[in-house]
């Protein structure tokens, strides 16, 4: 670990608390609460290493978690903080929670940019991607027949939201519809581009398609927009923390993204990034007295809300940076080819996920031929206690695997074992 990367942890752990002034109760130095000095070394396969990762989590007995494409339980440390800043609040809420906790929120805003790689004053935080989302589309000034391209693969709340700024104000959506899994990328890169016009205002991408895992080329689309004029709006929800890129590296209009996905912070974080010089024109969801400012705190008036769980994201912070997303991203990338490639050879198995790195991350879709995906859903929760999800969009139709750091070997092994005893009887058992 490099000094900057210790003194960044450092910073962060030692003002995490100090609105409730008992930090040093969080920050003993106990194994089981990942707060070492400095976190063991560790590659993509050394399974003790792993093991001391999973230790952080209190994680259900009665089920195997494969699911985390959904949320993501939180680490212990998480766990604390939010626990300790809700009681903490809950003695005076006025006192504590709107004027107390309120003064360290410059410092928790500053060490999330940090992390994200933007300006403080370039985020919010809200209470996930979807809120991010709904916040541009109803705040961006269109006019009928402008032009938005997106994914038939987007999010449905994304969808949902620009069909109704469709039926409100008679905006064009064009819809870019490829095959998916895809590891071409001029492909990809050219079903969004050529579908650029002069009529073009904004152009939807999602960084990671939460329906199976693939990787869309979004830099290069991106490059492509910035070229033309276009605007540009990234969903990040599945890459935030997941991949290595940073937000200045999307060189992006604007961004979303879900912390409780593989941030592990708090179930009900978000953030919302606005490139500066496009603040002042978009108008926040929630009214505010200068709707036309160019701060970005226009965004924040939400009305009354649990701002204690924000603090917890000091921690997840911290966590995550002791480990690498890096690293935390070779793991994963290691547990989902573990699994595929025990079942690759099976008959009646198939994929509608790359088991190429570069084309898909923690998450990969599987079917049986000729069975409907539901049916394998059901089957490994009911025999094997796995939870996993059944995805029905567009031409995608499967059951989708996502491991976690905390997943261990024996429990794909199983996993494993599920698909293999379903697959020889398709179903019929």
Same mark, same amino acid.
């Given at each position: 670990?490099?000094?900057?990367?210790?003194?960044?942890?450092?910073?962060?752990?030692?003002?995490?608390?100090?609105?409730?002034?008992?930090?040093?109760?969080?920050?003993?130095?106990?194994?089981?609460?990942?707060?070492?000095?400095?976190?063991?070394?560790?590659?993509?396969?050394?399974?003790?290493?792993?093991?001391?990762?999973?230790?952080?989590?209190?994680?259900?007995?009665?089920?195997?978690?494969?699911?985390?494409?959904?949320?993501?339980?939180?680490?212990?440390?998480?766990?604390?903080?939010?626990?300790?800043?809700?009681?903490?609040?809950?003695?005076?809420?006025?006192?504590?929670?709107?004027?107390?906790?309120?003064?360290?929120?410059?410092?928790?805003?500053?060490?999330?940019?940090?992390?994200?790689?933007?300006?403080?004053?370039?985020?919010?935080?809200?209470?996930?991607?979807?809120?991010?989302?709904?916040?541009?589309?109803?705040?961006?000034?269109?006019?009928?027949?402008?032009?938005?391209?997106?994914?038939?693969?987007?999010?449905?709340?994304?969808?949902?939201?620009?069909?109704?700024?469709?039926?409100?104000?008679?905006?064009?959506?064009?819809?870019?519809?490829?095959?998916?899994?895809?590891?071409?990328?001029?492909?990809?890169?050219?079903?969004?581009?050529?579908?650029?016009?002069?009529?073009?205002?904004?152009?939807?991408?999602?960084?990671?398609?939460?329906?199976?895992?693939?990787?869309?080329?979004?830099?290069?689309?991106?490059?492509?927009?910035?070229?033309?004029?276009? &605007?540009?709006?990234?969903?990040?929800? /599945? $890459?935030?923390?997941?991949?290595? *890129? !940073? =937000? #200045?590296?999307?060189?992006?209009?604007?961004?979303?993204?879900?912390?409780?996905?593989?941030?592990?912070?708090?179930?009900?974080?978000?953030?919302?990034?606005?490139?500066?010089?496009?603040?002042?024109?978009?108008?926040?969801?929630?009214?505010?007295?200068?709707?036309?400012?160019?701060?970005?705190?226009?965004?924040?008036?939400?009305?009354?809300?649990?701002?204690?769980?924000?603090?917890?994201?000091?921690?997840?912070?911290?966590?995550?940076?002791?480990?690498?997303?890096?690293?935390?991203?070779?793991?994963?990338?290691?547990?989902?080819?573990?699994?595929?490639?025990?079942?690759?050879?099976?008959?009646?198995?198939?994929?509608?996920?790359?088991?190429?790195?570069?084309?898909?991350?923690?998450?990969?879709?599987?079917?049986?031929?000729?069975?409907?995906?539901?049916?394998?859903?059901?089957? &490994?929760?009911?025999?094997?206690?796995? /939870? $996993?999800?059944?995805?029905?969009? *567009? !031409? =995608? #139709?499967?059951?989708?695997?996502?491991?976690?750091?905390?997943?261990?070997?024996?429990?794909?092994?199983?996993?494993?074992?599920?698909?293999?005893?379903?697959?020889?009887?398709?179903?019929?058992?």
């Amino acid at each position: 670990m490099g000094n900057n990367r210790r003194a960044f942890i450092k910073k962060i752990t030692a003002t995490s608390f100090l609105s409730v002034g008992s930090a040093a109760a969080l920050q003993a130095k106990d194994d089981d609460d990942f707060l070492w000095e400095e976190a063991p070394e560790g590659d993509s396969n050394d399974e003790h290493y792993w093991d001391r990762i999973r230790k952080q989590f209190d994680l259900a007995a009665d089920c195997i978690n494969l699911n985390s494409g959904n949320i993501s339980p939180a680490p212990k440390m998480v766990q604390k903080a939010l626990i300790q800043q809700l009681e903490f609040c809950n003695k005076a809420p006025s006192l504590n929670m709107l004027r107390v906790l309120e003064q360290s929120r410059e410092t928790l805003i500053a060490n999330l940019a940090n992390f994200a790689g933007c300006l403080p004053d370039e985020i919010i935080i809200n209470r996930n991607a979807s809120e991010g989302l709904q916040t541009i589309i109803f705040g961006l000034p269109l006019q009928k027949d402008d032009e938005i391209i997106l994914c038939k693969y987007d999010y449905p709340h994304l969808i949902d939201a620009w069909k109704q700024r469709e039926l409100r104000d008679g905006i064009r959506l064009i819809w870019v519809d490829v095959k998916l899994p895809s590891e071409d990328e001029n492909y990809l890169v050219n079903a969004f581009t050529s579908l650029f016009s002069p009529k073009t205002k904004l152009v939807n991408l999602t960084h990671i398609i939460n329906w199976n895992g693939q990787v869309l080329p979004v830099k290069k689309i991106l490059d492509h927009a910035a070229k033309n004029g276009i &605007l540009t709006l990234v969903d990040a929800a /599945h $890459s935030f923390a997941l991949l290595p *890129e !940073k =937000i #200045s590296d999307y060189q992006c209009d604007y961004l979303v993204a879900s912390l409780h996905k593989w941030m592990y912070a708090p179930t009900g974080i978000g953030l919302l990034y606005i490139k500066k010089d496009r603040i002042g024109e978009l108008f926040p969801l929630f009214a505010n007295i200068n709707p036309q400012s160019s701060s970005i705190d226009k965004f924040t008036h939400l009305g009354t809300r649990p701002m204690y769980i924000d603090h917890a994201i000091n921690q997840a912070i911290v966590f995550n940076t002791k480990i690498g997303v890096e690293k935390k991203r070779l793991r994963l990338q290691f547990l989902k080819n573990y699994w595929m490639q025990k079942v690759a050879e099976l008959k009646n198995v198939k994929f509608q996920t790359s088991g190429n790195g570069n084309w898909s991350e923690a998450m990969a879709n599987v079917y049986i031929e000729g069975v409907e995906a539901y049916k394998l859903d059901q089957f &490994l929760f009911s025999t094997y206690k796995i /939870h $996993s999800v059944t995805i029905n969009r *567009e !031409k =995608i #139709s499967s059951v989708r695997i996502t491991p976690n750091i905390f997943t261990t070997l024996p429990e794909l092994d199983r996993l494993v074992e599920g698909i293999t005893v379903f697959a020889q009887t398709k179903g019929h058992l």
